[in-house]
């Protein structure tokens, strides 16, 4: 079983859409977990994080945690075409690591 | 202003050669990583140093030596290059407090892209 679970996509929603991205993990002892965006031919950049259950809101962005279901969520409202990117779920264990799932494509159709 | 920057950006080499890719932060954090992020856009952890010191060291060929002369920098020296190093490098920096608890949210350079011929 894979450490952090993603579907790769590609997801395509309509401009002004709510996107809807997923990840669960395998680690029930995780403590933080992270949303990057990575354009292509770029380095991942954190857009949120969240450490306790429940919803933590940004902006258009709204990170989900169920740490009993163990399952991230990442909310996009009125996606824009700049939104299209990878979207990386990513999960810190044990001392320090974290690990990344593979990511799953968001495009977003004007 | 460049918060994490890694050198050089792009590496091309023959199969066999030694070379290094260097990384520095100005964020003042204590904790570096190196990560590689192949083909199929992966990314996954190498090494991380916490005030110079190893602190995780996953199962990588020992080829790949990482160095860190202080908390801003850490270095990447890779002998005998093979085709299978070609990916894409990544330099992060955290702040990680020993002893109380951390969120380590990493930030990334821009990447040293290697191919190996």
Same mark, same amino acid.
């Given at each position: ?110 | &202003? ?6 050089? %950006? ?7 050669? &030694? %070379? ?9 954090? &204590? ?6 992020? &192949?083909? %199929? %856009? ?20 020992? @080829? ?32 990680? +407090? @020993?002893? @109380? ?11 040293? @892209? +290697?191919?190996?011929?």
């Amino acid at each position: 079983q894979k450490e952090v679970e993603q579907n790769s996509g590609p997801l395509s929603v309509p401009e002004g859409a709510i996107a809807s991205l997923n990840c669960t993990y395998s680690d029930r002892g995780s403590q933080s977990f992270f949303w990057y965006r990575q354009y292509s031919g770029k380095s991942p950049e954190l857009i949120m994080s969240i450490y306790s259950n429940g919803d933590k809101e940004d902006g258009r962005f709204t990170a989900q945690l169920n740490k009993a279901s163990q399952y991230v969520s990442l909310l996009i409202r009125d996606s824009q075409p700049s939104d299209s990117a990878t979207y990386l779920c990513a999960v810190k264990g044990g001392y320090q690591k974290v690990t990344f799932g593979i990511g799953t494509k968001l495009q977003v159709i004007p | &202003d460049t918060a994490v920057s890694q050198t050089p %950006k792009y590496l091309v080499t023959q199969m066999g050669n &030694d %070379k290094s890719i260097k990384c520095e932060q100005n964020l003042g954090h &204590d904790t570096m990583y190196w990560y590689k992020q &192949d083909s %199929k %856009k992966f990314l996954k952890i190498m090494f991380s140093y916490n005030n110079k010191e190893l602190i995780i060291n996953e199962t990588v060929p020992n @080829r790949f030596s990482p160095k860190s002369p202080d908390k801003a920098h850490l270095n990447l020296h890779i002998n005998s290059l093979e085709l299978g190093d070609s990916a894409v490098y990544f330099c992060a920096s955290s702040q990680v +407090l @020993r002893g @109380r608890p951390s969120y380590n949210e990493q930030f990334f350079g821009p990447g040293t @892209r +290697l191919t190996v011929l």
